[in-house]
């Protein structure tokens, strides 16, 4: 079992419309959550992240947590064409401080 | 701009040609990895750096070397570059946020390595 796994997509979803994005975990014990935008050929960067249980906002972007369910999400609200990316799941790894583990990341495309 | 910078973007070898690619940081962390990443697919932990101390991963091929002279520099050696080696890598930085004790970590633009 992959330690993240997330769909690959692709998600296509209208401009201006919700795209929602799953990321489930295996590791019960994990704390800390990352949400990563990797456009084509070029570096991941760092959306949000996320400890707690519930929902946390950050302008148009919400994560959610439910640790019990071992799952992660994140909504994109108002999608923009600009918002056409892979979207990369990252877990702290245990009580490792410095490693996360990825997933492969769901692609997203938002058709104008 | 504080940021993590990776030379060169591009890098083309031949197969057995030894290849270093280089990461420097202005960020002033502690802390310093290198992925691999290949398309469409999660990016691998190759090895960190916690200050001076190296950290491999179990299943990071012995080709891969690196070294880090001090706080802001890092190099990744590929003693011998096979084409299943051709992929993007990528370097982060990081460093913990107080209390919270959220370790982010920020990339560098890539460098992508082809092997003929």
Redesign the interface.
Known sequence: QKE?EQN?GPLSVPEGAIASLNCTYSDRGS??F?W?RQYS??????IM?I?SNGDKEDGRFTAQLNKASQYVSLLIRDSQPSDSATY?C?V?VGSN????S????TTVTVRA | DAMVIQNPRYQVTQFGKPVTLSCSQTLNHNVMYWYQQKSSQAPKLLFHYYDKDFNNEADTPDNFQSRRPNTSFCFLDIRSPGLGDAAMYLCATSVSRGGTGVNIQYFGAGTRLSVL
């Not at chain 1, 050929?41 to 760092?46: A, R, T, W």
């Not at chain 1, 990825?102 to 990341?105: E, K, M």
């Open positions: 993240v690959s704390q800390s990352f990563y050929g070029k570096s991941p960067e760092l992240f400890y990369l990252a702290k401080d410095y490693k996360l990825f997933g492969a990341g």
